[in-house]
T-cell receptor, first 117, second 113 residues
Framework: NAGVMQNPRHLVRRRGQEARLRCSPM?????VYWYRQLPEEGLKFMVY????????ESGMPKERFSAEFPKEGPSILRIQQVVRGDSAAYFC???????????????FGSGTQLSVL | GDSVTQMEGPVTLSEEAFLTINCTYT??????LFWYVQYPGEGLQLLLK?????DKGSNKGFEATYRKETTSFHLEKGSVQVSDSAVYFC????????????FGKGTKLTVNP
C-alpha cells in the first residue's frame, strides 16, 4: 500500500505564475488535510477536505489560494499569482476517518517545496 | 489561540547520550498531544501520543508524559542512536471535533557515532 504521494517534490515558479500541488491520499482514505511550513516556522493548518467537499478552510489565505479534492484523482492545492512569501514546504496528510481520534491513521506525505523566484 | 513551543535546535548528540526535547503548550480545554518525527526525505510520522493528563506515550524507546500542571509534553530517550537523527515536531489537537493539528517549529536532532 503506497503512502501519501505528493508531487512534485520541488516546484520553482516566478512571481505571478500559478503553482499546482498534487496530493494522492493513501488507498481507501477520503479525508485530506493541507499544511504549510514557512521557513523557521511550524506546520500551519490550511484546509481540510473530503471527496468533493471543503470541510474547513479556516487556515487558507483569503485570496489566490484554492483547494479541491474531486471524486476521481488527487487533491490539488492551487496558488495563483505566486509571490515570494508563498515559498514554503506544503504537506498533505490523509485519513480514512473524519474523527482522527489519536491519529494512528493519519499519514503525511513528504511535502512539496515551493520556491518563488 | 492554541500554540506549541518547542526548544530550538539544532541538537547534536553523541550515540548513547540522553535526549530531552522540551515542549510546552497553550490550549483551551484538554487537548491531545503528539510527537511526530520526520526522517530525511520522508513525510511526518506519528511517534507517540497522549490523550489525557498523566498519560505516558512511548514508542521506539522514546517517552513523553502529559503534564497538565506544567502544560508540558517533553520528549525523552535514554540512549539515542545514529538512526534517530531526524526532525521532531510536538503537536496538539483540541477537543470539539476539530481536525486541525497545531505544531511546534520542530527540532532537528543529529546523532553522531
Amino acid at each position: 500500500n503506497a503512502g501519501v504521494m505528493q508531487n512534485p517534490r520541488h516546484l520553482v515558479r516566478r512571481r505571478g505564475q500559478e503553482a499546482r500541488l498534487r496530493c494522492s491520499p493513501m488507498k481507501g482514505h477520503s479525508h485530506v488535510y493541507w499544511y504549510r511550513q514557512l521557513p523557521e516556522e511550524g506546520l500551519k493548518f490550511m484546509v481540510y477536505l473530503q471527496k468533493e467537499n471543503i470541510i474547513d478552510e479556516s487556515g487558507m489565505p483569503k485570496e489566490r489560494f484554492s483547494a479541491e479534492f474531486p471524486k476521481e484523482g488527487p487533491s490539488i492545492l492551487r496558488i495563483q499569482q505566486v509571490v515570494r512569501g508563498d515559498s514554503a514546504a506544503y504537506f498533505c496528510a490523509s485519513s480514512p476517518f473524519q474523527g482522527g481520534g489519536t491519529n494512528e491513521k493519519l499519514f503525511f506525505g513528504s511535502g512539496t517545496q515551493l520556491s518563488v523566484l | 489561540g492554541d500554540s506549541v513551543t518547542q526548544m530550538e535546535g539544532p541538537v547534536t548528540l553523541s550515540e548513547e547520550a540522553f535526549l530531552t526535547i522540551n515542549c510546552t503548550y497553550t490550549a483551551t480545554g484538554y487537548p491531545s498531544l503528539f510527537w511526530y518525527v520526520q526522517y530525511p526525505g520522508e513525510g511526518l510520522q506519528l511517534l507517540l501520543k497522549a490523550t489525557k493528563a498523566d498519560d505516558k506515550g512511548s514508542n521506539k524507546g522514546f517517552e513523553a508524559t502529559y503534564r497538565k500542571e506544567t502544560t508540558s509534553f517533553h520528549l525523552e530517550k535514554g540512549s539515542v542512536q545514529v538512526s534517530d537523527s531526524a526532525v521532531y515536531f510536538c503537536a496538539l489537537k483540541t477537543q470539539g471535533g476539530s481536525e486541525k493539528l497545531v505544531f511546534g517549529k520542530g527540532t532537528k536532532l543529529t546523532v553522531n557515532p
